[in-house]
């Protein structure tokens, strides 16, 4: 990047601070920090109204608020501070010029066009309409209208966005929430909302609300520290590191309460949207406005007070553009076959999937590169997505251009076309933003990136590739995928499977990514990538032991992140550095040498052999793999908010639906199911193996703990599909099974009539009978709803216990043939009321059961028999009449882990 640009680039992140520093003033102030001069803050920063009436506080603490972490900032003092005239402007003179915090703090009172700019992006990442924003600007932020009570707006707490979602035919209201997230840093445990906190009344008095805003603050500002000094020289490296930390302090902050009006009464605000993404979303429309204008010239002009005044909402010029990147053929990419694909499958298979994630990001930062952004222009970047808002500049069209050929050239010559990134992009005006037009904006993107999918590597284009695949003068076929060449290479393996492997070996060895420009460093620290990923290289390291070497390397780095692990369940997810949760957990053994390793599949599949009461093994050695995605996506985003989506909301909806399977499912793995191996994990999907019984469980968890997650709304839930398979068995093979157990679980319906229907995700009301539900799960090559899933496994424990008992009270050792024949008998009672002939299916489930264990107790009197037989046919039969074949996912459980193990 030459000078004229980076200097760009630094000027859009001080315009991209102002935006995301403009409301930390409601924090600061919910906190109750000491406040110097806030009377003369008031002044300079709060509307007034008649009366001398003063509103938005929150206004005045901002600069306060900087005050208190202008320590561990950048020195935006002593070079350059474009677009800004100063870092402050002294008391006396605050009202001239543009300081960069005057700027952040007069966006409810703006005097110049800087001010407006921030002004503006406040209001559009608010969806608000002229009338609407009015009202809230005379407005008090003080309290909370609930259920005729009010609450102190520090007592006020995040409303849940995923519970308000509908997506009933019919139905424009979305559904009232009744719970509140808990106001506590990031953490996986931190993640779900609070039943306690629930709006029927204030969840704590308003000394201790306060107390927790402070508790909260302080813990912000230690964090503010932590951001390595060496970071301060380079904005847009610590603008990264401080986007994870806003993130980590304030996901739970709600950004506005209801606010009470001059007049009496309530501005019914939904608190549901969190500070951190209104701070991100500002200073996203903030730079995007500053860099649209600056290239016409035209900053002055378009946002002079009256001009300003009369169009801040209705300008038809289309100053924005959002760019969408999507990994196509992410499927593929993983699950390649050809050459050695099951030797060190783990490694490759884990390294793959890493590099999706790694691809991904790297494409954005290539984006924002081309539009010399900071990183806090991107707004989304989750399963092989992101969402970039840029300014709509004359040459963006041949900026994207020559990104798209960058990419296609890379995936061209390093995977045959496998994947692909496409970048789909939609120009947008102010009044796109508003709610009620956004979701048309939204619509536009996807159907523009479902043209763009079409147009991969753009072979029917003007100037198509001359030759696609050239063929090179030596050629050796890789050992590992069979299709890459590997000639020169002493271990047979090309360079992209190399990397995969090495990101596989490293992922347990190390938790930072350092990113820089290939060429910038000729002695990078740590393990570096063998690969050049669209003109960046990649580097892995240790935080604690290559601490002083990232610190000493940081001018070269475009970025550094941390990818490690939660370290416990409610430990802040704040390291020092930007955080990226593109790490699944992996189970760790020790190699012969005492390093720790990724656990193979065969080593993963012998922990479903247990010793039983003589310490003799039982059970199969087999995997289960468990691939699952939210059910209705498109639909949960594209209508579930209706009319009251915002970009705000779009973003934190999208944000938490990632942090779901991205930090909780690893946090929980570690902790319950610790032999899991997470291939991929975030997004709204997951496709994890592990041990069978292990894996079984761990579906019932999931599935438990993402109803706790969208606060018992019936509308958002997942299905997934569980298949039981050998160790050995090809990559390929075992993705095409997953998949298809998946689509199974999608095409569930409630039982017809006549039988028990299924139950909603959280077991609160049936659904109507042959209604296709999807929210369900496959086992053992039977969908069943969740519900009745749970059931299964309960009913296999009560089967595993009447086992027990007629062994150690009888004697009777239960024999798998007699188990086996229940099977048979399960198939007989689904089908009973179509064929009539197995209607009988319950007099031989007696007569069975009566041969058994009158030749197995031969010594016993009659009524010991009929005792035994009793006990069979309120344990098992009744489960038989009750679930039918359902029941078989009982019993397959039950067999799998009698089985001797060989």
Same mark, same amino acid.
């Given at each position: 990047?030459?000078?004229?640009?980076?200097?760009?680039?630094?000027?859009?992140?001080?315009?991209?601070?102002?935006?995301? @520093?403009? /409301?930390?003033?409601?924090?600061?102030?919910?906190?109750?920090?000491?406040?110097?001069?806030?009377?003369?803050?008031?002044?300079?920063?709060?509307?007034?109204?008649?009366?001398?009436?003063?509103?938005?506080?929150?206004?005045?603490?901002?600069?306060?608020?900087?005050?208190?972490?202008?320590?561990?900032?950048?020195?935006?003092?002593?070079?350059?501070?474009?677009?800004?005239?100063?870092?402050?402007?002294?008391?006396?003179?605050?009202?001239?010029?543009?300081?960069? @915090?005057?700027?952040?703090?007069?966006?409810?009172?703006?005097?110049?066009?800087?001010?407006?700019?921030?002004?503006?992006?406040?209001?559009?990442?608010?969806?608000?309409? $002229?009338?609407?924003?009015?009202?809230?600007?005379?407005?008090?932020?003080?309290?909370?209208?609930?259920?005729?009570?009010?609450?102190?707006?520090?007592?006020?707490?995040?409303?849940?966005?995923?519970?308000?979602?509908?997506?009933?035919?019919?139905?424009?209201?979305?559904?009232?929430?009744?719970?509140?997230?808990?106001?506590?840093?990031?953490?996986?445990?931190?993640?779900?909302?609070?039943?306690?906190?629930?709006?029927?009344? !204030?969840?704590?008095?308003?000394?201790?609300?306060?107390?927790?805003?402070?508790?909260?603050?302080?813990?912000?500002?230690?964090?503010?520290?932590?951001?390595?000094?060496?970071?301060?020289?380079?904005? /847009?490296?610590?603008?990264?590191?401080?986007?994870?930390?806003?993130?980590?302090?304030?996901?739970?902050?709600?950004?506005?309460?209801?606010?009470?009006?001059?007049?009496?009464?309530?501005?019914?605000?939904?608190?549901?949207?969190?500070?951190?993404?209104?701070?991100?979303?500002?200073?996203?429309?903030?730079?995007?406005?500053?860099?649209?204008?600056?290239?016409?010239?035209?900053?002055?002009?378009?946002?002079?007070?009256?001009?300003?005044? +009369?169009?801040?909402?209705?300008?038809?010029? %289309?100053?924005?553009?959002?760019?969408?990147?999507?990994?196509?053929?992410?499927?593929?990419?993983?699950?390649?076959?050809?050459?050695?694909?099951?030797?060190?499958?783990?490694?490759?298979?884990?390294?793959?999937?890493?590099?999706?994630?790694?691809?991904?990001?790297?494409?954005?930062?290539?984006?924002?590169?081309?539009?010399?952004?900071?990183?806090?222009?991107?707004?989304?970047?989750?399963?092989?997505?992101?969402?970039?808002?840029?300014?709509?500049?004359?040459?963006?069209?041949?900026?994207?251009?020559?990104?798209?050929?960058?990419?296609?050239?890379?995936?061209?010559?390093?995977?045959?076309?496998?994947?692909?990134?496409?970048?789909?992009?939609?120009?947008?005006?102010?009044?796109?933003? $508003?709610?009620?037009?956004?979701?048309?904006?939204?619509?536009?993107?996807? %159907?523009?990136?479902?043209?763009?999918?079409?147009?991969?590597?753009?072979?029917?284009?003007?100037?198509?590739?001359?030759?696609?695949?050239?063929?090179?003068?030596?050629?050796?076929?890789?050992?590992?995928?069979?299709?890459?060449?590997?000639?020169?290479?002493?271990?047979?393996?090309?360079?992209?499977?190399?990397?995969?492997?090495?990101?596989?070996?490293?992922?347990?060895?190390?938790? $930072?990514?350092?990113?820089?420009?290939?060429?910038?460093?000729?002695?990078?620290?740590?393990?570096?990538?063998?690969?050049?990923?669209?003109?960046?290289?990649?580097?892995?390291?240790?935080?604690?032991?290559?601490? +002083?070497?990232?610190?000493?390397?940081?001018?070269?780095?475009?970025?550094?992140?941390?990818?490690?692990?939660?370290?416990?369940?409610?430990?802040?997810?704040?390291?020092?550095?930007?955080?990226?949760?593109?790490?699944?957990?992996?189970?760790?053994?020790?190699?012969?040498?005492?390093?720790?390793?990724?656990?193979?599949?065969?080593?993963?599949?012998?922990?479903?052999?247990?010793?039983?009461?003589?310490? +003799?093994? $039982? =059970?199969?050695?087999?995997?289960?793999?468990?691939?699952?995605?939210?059910?209705?996506?498109?639909?949960?985003?594209?209508?579930?908010?209706?009319?009251?989506?915002?970009?705000?909301?779009?973003?934190?909806?999208?944000?938490?639906?990632?942090?779901?399977?991205?930090?909780?499912?690893?946090?929980?793995?570690?902790?319950?199911?610790?032999?899991?191996?997470?291939?991929?994990?975030?997004?709204?999907?997951?496709?994890?193996?592990?041990?069978?019984?292990?894996?079984?469980?761990?579906?019932?968890?999931?599935?438990?703990?993402?109803?706790?997650?969208?606060?018992?709304?019936?509308? @958002?839930?997942?299905?997934?599909?569980?298949?039981?398979?050998?160790?050995?068995?090809?990559? !390929?093979?075992?993705?095409?099974?997953?998949?298809?157990?998946?689509?199974?679980?999608?095409?569930?319906?409630?039982?017809?009539? =006549?039988?028990?229907?299924?139950?909603?995700? %959280?077991?609160?009301?049936?659904?109507?009978?042959?209604?296709?539900?999807?929210?369900?799960?496959?086992?053992?090559?039977?969908?069943?709803?969740?519900?009745?899933?749970?059931?299964?496994?309960?009913?296999?424990?009560?089967?595993?216990?009447?086992?027990?008992?007629?062994?150690?009270?009888? +004697?009777?050792?239960?024999?798998?043939?007699?188990?086996?024949?229940?099977?048979?008998?399960?198939?007989?009672?689904?089908?009973?009321?179509?064929?009539?002939?197995?209607?009988?299916?319950?007099?031989?489930?007696?007569?069975?059961?009566?041969?058994?264990?009158?030749?197995?107790?031969?010594?016993?009197?009659?009524?010991?028999?009929?005792?035994?037989?009793?006990?069979?046919?309120?344990?098992?039969?009744?489960?038989?009449?009750?679930?039918?074949?359902?029941?078989? @996912?009982?019993?397959?459980?039950?067999?799998?882990?009698?089985?001797?193990?060989?």
């Amino acid at each position: 990047m030459d000078k004229h640009n980076r200097n760009l680039l630094h000027a859009s992140c001080r315009m991209a601070l102002a935006g995301f @520093i403009h /409301d930390v003033g409601k924090f600061a102030e919910r906190a109750g920090i000491e406040a110097n001069n806030l009377d003369g803050n008031k002044s300079i920063y709060c509307p007034t109204w008649q009366g001398g009436r003063q509103t938005h506080i929150h206004a005045a603490y901002t600069g306060i608020a900087i005050d208190a972490i202008e320590a561990f900032m950048p020195d935006l003092k002593k070079d350059s501070i474009e677009p800004f005239s100063s870092w402050r402007d002294s008391r006396e003179q605050q009202r001239v010029g543009d300081s960069l @915090i005057n700027t952040a703090a007069m966006h409810h009172k703006p005097e110049t066009p800087l001010q407006r700019i921030i002004a503006t992006a406040d209001r559009l990442a608010s969806g608000f309409e $002229r009338s609407t924003f009015e009202a809230y600007n005379q407005a008090e932020e003080e309290h909370e209208g609930v259920r005729q009570e009010r609450i102190n707006h520090r007592q006020a707490r995040l409303w849940p966005l995923l519970e308000q979602i509908t997506l009933q035919k019919g139905e424009t209201k979305l559904r009232t929430p009744s719970q509140r997230y808990p106001l506590r840093p990031l953490a996986p445990t931190t993640l779900f909302p609070d039943a306690n906190g629930t709006a029927a009344s !204030p969840p704590m008095d308003r000394a201790q609300a306060q107390a927790e805003y402070k508790q909260l603050w302080e813990q912000f500002v230690e964090g503010v520290e932590k951001i390595p000094p060496a970071h301060r020289d380079f904005l /847009d490296l610590w603008l990264d590191d401080f986007d994870t930390l806003l993130l980590t302090f304030t996901h739970a902050i709600p950004s506005a309460t209801a606010a009470k009006k001059p007049g009496g009464g309530f501005i019914q605000i939904p608190s549901d949207v969190a500070l951190y993404d209104h701070l991100k979303a500002t200073a996203a429309f903030a730079v995007a406005l500053w860099r649209y204008h600056l290239a016409r010239g035209s900053v002055e002009s378009a946002f002079s007070e009256s001009g300003w005044k +009369e169009q801040w909402d209705t300008s038809r010029e %289309q100053e924005f553009l959002l760019i969408q990147g999507d990994f196509s053929g992410i499927q593929e990419f993983i699950f390649a076959e050809g050459g050695e694909t099951t030797k060190k499958a783990a490694k490759l298979l884990r390294g793959r999937s890493f590099q999706v994630s790694l691809l991904t990001e790297l494409a954005a930062v290539a984006v924002l590169a081309a539009f010399e952004l900071p990183p806090t222009s991107q707004i989304v970047n989750a399963a092989g997505k992101f969402l970039i808002v840029a300014p709509n500049l004359d040459d963006a069209g041949a900026r994207l251009d020559r990104v798209r050929d960058t990419f296609d050239r890379w995936f061209l010559e390093h995977t045959f076309g496998q994947g692909s990134i496409s970048l789909a992009t939609t120009p947008a005006t102010r009044a796109d933003f $508003r709610k009620g037009a956004f979701d048309q904006l939204i619509r536009r993107l996807f %159907q523009d990136l479902e043209v763009r999918k079409r147009q991969r590597f753009d072979l029917c284009g003007a100037q198509p590739p001359e030759s696609i695949f050239p063929l090179p003068a030596r050629f050796r076929a890789c050992t590992k995928c069979g299709q890459r060449n590997a000639a020169g290479r002493d271990d047979g393996t090309c360079r992209l499977c190399a990397d995969q492997i090495t990101i596989g070996e490293n992922l347990v060895k190390k938790d $930072r990514l350092r990113i820089t420009r290939t060429g910038s460093d000729n002695r990078p620290p740590g393990v570096t990538l063998a690969i050049d990923y669209f003109g960046y290289q990649v580097s892995f390291l240790d935080g604690e032991k290559d601490k +002083e070497e990232l610190d000493r390397c940081a001018g070269q780095a475009v970025r550094i992140w941390d990818f490690s692990l939660p370290d416990a369940g409610d430990a802040p997810l704040w390291h020092g550095y930007a955080r990226r949760s593109v790490n699944g957990y992996l189970w760790k053994v020790q190699d012969e040498k005492g390093e720790e390793k990724i656990a193979d599949f065969e080593e993963i599949a012998k922990q479903g052999v247990k010793p039983d009461a003589k310490g +003799e093994p $039982r =059970g199969v050695a087999a995997l289960a793999i468990l691939k699952g995605d939210v059910d209705n996506l498109g639909q949960i985003f594209q209508s579930g908010l209706g009319k009251r989506n915002t970009f705000a909301r779009m973003a934190t909806l999208s944000r938490q639906m990632h942090a779901f399977f991205a930090i909780w499912l690893p946090w929980h793995c570690r902790e319950k199911a610790k032999n899991t191996y997470t291939v991929f994990a975030g997004g709204d999907d997951f496709f994890l193996i592990g041990p069978w019984l292990e894996q079984m469980h761990l579906a019932a968890a999931m599935h438990e703990a993402f109803a706790r997650y969208v606060a018992g709304n019936p509308d @958002i839930h997942f299905s997934a599909g569980l298949v039981m398979t050998k160790p050995d068995l090809p990559i !390929p093979t075992l993705a095409t099974r997953a998949e298809e157990a998946l689509a199974e679980a999608k095409q569930y319906r409630a039982p017809p009539t =006549g039988k028990p229907p299924a139950a909603d995700p %959280q077991g609160k009301k049936e659904c109507p009978a042959g209604v296709a539900t999807k929210n369900a799960v496959t086992c053992w090559q039977r969908s069943v709803g969740w519900a009745r899933f749970k059931e299964m496994l309960a009913a296999e424990k009560e089967l595993a216990q009447l086992v027990e008992a007629m062994q150690t009270e009888h +004697e009777l050792e239960v024999s798998t043939g007699y188990l086996y024949d229940l099977l048979h008998l399960c198939e007989k009672a689904e089908i009973a009321t179509k064929k009539p002939e197995d209607a009988i299916w319950h007099a031989w489930f007696v007569y069975r059961t009566w041969r058994f264990v009158v030749d197995r107790l031969k010594k016993a009197d009659d009524a010991a028999r009929h005792e035994v037989s009793g006990q069979f046919a309120e344990k098992i039969g009744e489960r038989i009449r009750s679930y039918k074949e359902d029941y078989k @996912i009982a019993l397959f459980t039950h067999l799998y882990q009698r089985r001797k193990s060989r």
